[in-house]
């Protein structure tokens, strides 16, 4: 009976190495003999070994491929501590490589300029509306930030958010449905640090760290970065990769928390290509926002993000450079 299985065995051994040879898996072919001559060799009749002769024959021959994970695994048998060290190259690897893409990708792109669903609206508003750019930094929240999504239909409107890139996670609902619905996400960066303040290493972390968290969400990096309490410097503006947004209009919402400021501030102040600060911390600001909307649109205003407010002035923002207002 053992016989019988060795003989089987050696025939499905030989037909695939025949069906090797001719898919071309020169490296394959010549592996597989050497490790089944050895196992068949040192323990002929046990049937334990003839099993895991059959395994490996199987495993070899699904891994057509795969040649170069067989070859990890066999040294992972041998040196384990060198494979961990291995390992951690090989990350250490991945990172650059992401590094290296991120650099191309968080490039401010003509894609990234307005959502598609948006073109009709925008090519019906260019050049008869004045623009207004609300931007709402230090988010997301839950129940504000989507007070304010729920009232962006009625006018129309699509707002900015620059998102702290460590509330991006537990936020990730909203964020995702604020991308969907064609408002503009942007980077505040990871901890809200003063930038300006910061070693090159952590200014790095704090804005890479936020582009990763925001892509793993919606799927793209952040077109746009405003630092925290608008500080910068060169170092900031070359590392940022994006345009960097700052305001011609702050409402002060934090300091007074009033709904009626915020929207007098807004109201006020309006003028075509404005680019206005609030915080959707506070339900003062987004019932303030709400207000200034409701004036706002009969005085002839229409509230896009800043990438469609630079698309319909015809402007292309430019990575690294600063702007208060797109006029
Ligand atoms: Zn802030």
Redesign the pocket.
């Known amino acids: 009976m053992m016989s019988k299985k060795k003989k089987t065995l050696v025939t499905v051994a030989s037909v695939i190495m025949v069906i090797a040879t001719v898919l071309g898996c020169v490296v394959i072919a010549q592996k597989i003999p050497a490790d089944s001559v050895k196992t068949t060799g040192t323990t002929a009749g046990s049937p334990t070994t003839t099993a895991t002769t059959t395994q490996s024959t199987t495993t070899t021959t699904t891994t057509t491929t795969t040649t170069t994970t067989t070859t990890t695994t066999t040294t992972t048998t041998a040196k384990p501590t060198t494979t961990k060290k291995k390992t951690t190259t090989t990350k250490k690897k991945t990172t650059t490589t992401a590094k290296e893409e991120k650099i191309t990708t968080t490039k401010y792109t003509t894609t990234q300029v307005y959502n598609p669903d948006r073109k009709a609206y925008l090519e019906s508003i260019k050049g008869n509306k004045k623009l207004i750019a609300l931007t709402f ?2 988010g997301p929240t839950n129940n504000y930030t989507v007070k304010l999504l729920d009232n962006l239909d009625k006018y129309n409107a699509r707002v900015t958010f620059f998102v702290v890139g460590d509330r991006v996670s537990k936020y990730s609902s909203t964020l995702n449905r604020a991308y969907k619905m064609g408002n503009e996400i942007g980077s ?1 960066t990871y901890s ?1 640090k003063d930038l300006a303040q910061l070693k090159p290493a952590e200014l790095q972390k704090q804005i890479e760290k936020t582009n990763e968290e925001v892509k793993k969400v919606i799927g793209v990096y952040p077109s746009l970065m405003r630092p ?1 309490y608008g500080s910068y410097n060169n170092t900031v503006k070359s590392a940022a990769g994006v345009p960097i947004i700052m305001w011609n209009i702050d409402t002060l919402d934090w300091k007074h928390r009033d709904k009626n400021k915020v929207c007098q501030n807004i109201v006020k102040n309006a003028h075509d290509g404005a680019i206005v600060l609030m915080h959707d911390l506070y339900g003062s600001t987004v019932d303030g926002a709400i207000m200034a909307m409701d004036k706002l649109q009969h005085e002839g205003y229409a509230f896009v993000t800043v990438s469609e407010l630079a698309y319909l002035k015809g402007k292309t923002l430019e990575p690294g450079k600063v702007y208060n207002s797109i006029k």
């Open positions: 930094d230090d505040h809200h925290p």
